[in-house]
């Protein structure tokens, strides 16, 4: 599975950013796919998740902010974050999860990430 995250850049506090992640070598469509972030000195976190059905499931630090959405079209999964904070900051990834529980492992290749970076 090969995935390329795009659509990262330099915002200010409160702005917004949509992250896009194109998904080759699987089939999308079946898939369960997540979005991570890893911020300087911290391990990669999960950040949201979505079914083939377009079920979704968000890290409480982003509920409210971020959606998580795809276009099995298009072999593409997408974050929409709104009301951007500092702590937002990070390099983020997408995957493909092994099932729809929260806690479940990706199981894709990492590709290099896009940087978020959020000003004050």
């Known amino acids: 599975v090969q995935l390329q995250a795009s659509g990262g850049g330099l915002v200010q506090a409160g702005g917004s950013l949509r992250l896009s992640c194109a998904a080759s070598?699987?089939?999308?469509?079946?898939?369960?796919m997540g979005w991570y972030r890893q911020a300087p000195g911290k391990e990669r976190e999960l950040v949201a998740t979505?079914?083939?059905?377009?079920?979704?499931n968000y890290a409480d630090s982003v509920k409210g902010r971020f959606t998580i959405s795809r276009d099995n079209a298009k072999n593409t999964v997408y974050l929409q974050m709104n009301g951007l904070k500092l702590e937002d900051t990070a390099v983020y990834y997408c995957n493909v999860q092994r099932s729809s529980k929260w806690s479940s492992p990706a199981t894709g290749n990492w590709g290099p990430g896009t940087q978020v970076t959020v000003s004050s």
């Open positions: 070598g699987t089939i999308f469509s079946s898939k369960v």
């Open positions: 979505i079914t083939s059905g377009g079920n979704t």
